[in-house]
């Protein structure tokens, strides 16, 4: 496999369990994550004549430090290998190798199940027939029903959300290899360890 996918046994057994707590709330980027939540407070403080209401502040605030979080966890995984060449982030786990994909999908393999199932309920219901999912969408982003409906089908088509299709791997793969994200083209067995879809 390529850098970017491999790992190794030794390095996996030899992290203890809080090591490899740590090593995801690393990627969290905490330190950044915590001067957008300290903005995102203040913006609430001043957004409102007296102070905000307390579940609706700590709510929000919590669901931004996920939001975040989230964010710089994957910029971890996009730029790994641009982050390994940096002095000031090759201390990241995912730079250095101590969190991979093969790893994650081979470890983690029953929560990522859960996900897509969740994810496909979630998509089969917001484009069923079913008019309550058009509307918790509508009220969630607070727009009316119609533009809603156009959003997600000019938008956002179904085709565009499907979660069990993979197009355009054959542009993908060269353009990988042209910016020297891999050394070498990955072969179909690759390929399939990396895309690995739940079966239904």
């Known amino acids: 496999m390529t850098d970017t996918l491999?790992?190794?046994?030794?390095?996996?057994?030899?992290?203890?369990?809080?090591?490899?707590?740590?090593?995801?709330?690393?990627?969290?980027?905490?330190?950044?994550?915590?001067?957008?939540v300290f903005c995102a407070v203040i913006g609430m403080l001043m957004a409102t004549p007296g102070l905000p209401d307390l579940r609706l502040a700590l709510a929000a605030t919590a669901g931004i430090w996920l939001v975040a979080a989230a964010a710089a966890a994957f910029n971890c995984v996009v730029e790994q290998r641009i982050d390994a060449r940096m002095a000031r982030t090759a201390w990241r786990p995912t730079a250095r190798g101590q969190l991979t994909n093969t790893q994650t999908l081979t470890?983690?393999?029953?929560?990522?199940?859960?996900?897509?199932?969740?994810?496909?309920?979630?998509?089969?219901?917001?484009?069923?027939?079913?008019?309550?999912?058009?509307?918790?969408?509508a009220d969630f982003v607070d727009i009316s029903i119609d533009m809603a409906r156009r959003t997600r089908d000019?938008?956002?088509?179904?085709?565009?959300?499907?979660?069990?299709?993979?197009?355009g791997l054959d542009t993908i793969v060269p353009d990988a290899v042209a910016l020297k994200f891999t050394a070498a083209p990955l072969t179909k067995e690759q390929l399939a360890e990396l895309i690995q879809i739940p079966p239904r």
């Not at 990522?112 to 484009?127: G, P, Q, S, V």
């Not at 000019?154 to 197009?167: N, S």
């Open 6 to 36: 491999a790992t190794t046994s030794a390095a996996v057994g030899s992290t203890s369990l809080p090591s490899r707590a740590r090593q995801f709330y690393a990627l969290t980027k905490p330190r950044v994550v915590q001067l957008i």
């Open 107 to 137: 470890n983690r393999k029953p929560v990522i199940d859960r996900f897509m199932k969740a994810y496909r309920e979630t998509i089969d219901w917001l484009y069923s027939n079913d008019p309550a999912g058009l509307k918790t969408y």
């Open 154 to 167: 000019e938008f956002f088509p179904r085709a565009a959300v499907d979660p069990d299709r993979i197009v």
